[in-house]
T-cell receptor
Framework: ELKVEQNPLFLSMQEGKNYTIYCNYSTTSDRLYWYRQDPGKSLESLFVLLSNGAVKQEGRLMASLDTKARLSTLHITAAVHDLSATYFCAAAGETSGSRLTFGEGTQLTVNP | DADVTQTPRNRITKTGKRIMLECSQTKGHDRMYWYRQDPGLGLRLIYYSFDVKDINKGEISDGYSVSRQAQAKFSLSLESAIPNQTALYFC?????????????FGPGTRLLVL
């Protein structure tokens, strides 16, 4: 059974600082996703990582995937208040087809 | 207009009542999903459907049922609601290419069972 764990679950950081959110998964995965959720809102797709060593960047966010370590990271560069949200990673197991298993989410607060 | 819509957006009901949550999508995807979100637990899959004739249980299907009325419509029912079904419910679709798809989420239905 695929399990996905994120850490930290809560992150409070100052504007301008850098930080990384980690996502570990327990079995081989075909695909790794990152989503963003604003309070009271739906989930917005950020990144899809499909292969070992994949790296994708959008603005101040960069996601990477290491399939050998079963680890994905979401790196935040020079954080700004607008990045405050909950970030979820989700993995699709090799035998799960389109089904995703989600991590618990990391609640990020960026303080001025 | 939103690609994935859910109705109602908020619902308060009493223990023992039957309720239905509806989901419609205009993305033309075959695959649809129902999740529930609880604080600190992420999203958990309730049911999923890969086409109109296909219905599958997810990890927490007990107490729920679904109906796939058409490619674009996927409904979730709580036959006899109980307080621990209080949660935020999301419908999602995925596509277009199997194995490379992204899931697209509706706005959510906030359900309170008293």
């Amino acid at each position: 059974e695929l399990k996905v764990e994120q850490n930290p679950l809560f992150l409070s950081m100052q504007e301008g600082k850098n930080y990384t959110i980690y996502c570990n998964y327990s079995t081989t995965s075909d695909r790794l996703y990152w989503y963003r959720q604003d309070p009271g809102k739906s989930l917005e797709s950020l990144f899809v990582l499909l292969s070992n060593g994949a790296v994708k960047q959008e603005g101040r966010l960069m996601a990477s995937l290491d399939t050998k370590a079963r680890l994905s990271t979401l790196h935040i560069t020079a954080a700004v208040h607008d990045l405050s949200a909950t970030y979820f990673c989700a993995a699709a197991g090799e035998t799960s087809g389109s089904r995703l298993t989600f991590g618990e989410g990391t609640q990020l607060t960026v303080n001025p | 207009d939103a690609d994935v819509t859910q109705t109602p957006r908020n619902r308060i009901t009493k223990t023992g009542k039957r309720i239905m949550l509806e989901c419609s999508q205009t993305k033309g995807h075959d695959r649809m999903y129902w999740y529930r979100q609880d604080p600190g637990l992420g999203l958990r899959l309730i049911y999923y459907s890969f086409d109109v004739k296909d219905i599958n249980k997810g990890e927490i299907s007990d107490g729920y049922s679904v109906s796939r009325q058409a490619q674009a419509k996927f409904s979730l029912s709580l036959e006899s609601a109980i307080p621990n079904q209080t949660a935020l419910y999301f419908c999602a679709t995925s596509g277009p290419t199997v194995g490379l798809e992204t899931q697209y989420f509706g706005p959510g239905t906030r359900l309170l069972v008293l």
